[in-house]
């Protein structure tokens, strides 16, 4: 319950990335996937609108903090994994890189395999 009030009051005076990193304490010790969803998609315009503006600004390693936070949060999205592994690339961060690498491997693994139990061959 003391996440979630953080969550809120940090929401509240807009501190984004704090609330991500909150939210990324809570996935770890709740269940309660619910909540965690509904605060996740609550955030998620403000993140995006601060990672892209500090890209544009040129700023970014700024910019990597907020889509590493959603990537921690969000591991399925390959749109937020694709530009966590564009921002360290250009920061020269190989370890990031590989690691963004292997989960966007594993993601087109597993979306592969998804579509393949879908649409099984004829012999």
Known sequence: ETLRQRVS??????????????LATMKTRT???GYLL???GTQ???????????????????AEEYIAALATLLPGNAA?????LACNARLGREDHVQKYLSA????????GAAQAAQHPSSP
């Open 31 to 33: 269940a309660d996937v």
């Open 38 to 40: 509904g605060e996740i």
């Open 104 to 111: 966007a491997h594993a993601l087109n693994a597993a979306s």
């Open 9 to 22: 009051i940090l929401s509240i005076q807009g501190r984004t990335l704090e609330v991500l990193k909150a």
């Open 80 to 84: 937020i994994l694709n530009a966590a």
């Open 44 to 62: 998620m315009p403000a993140a995006l609108e601060l990672f892209n503006t500090n890209l544009a600004a040129g700023k970014v390693e700024v």
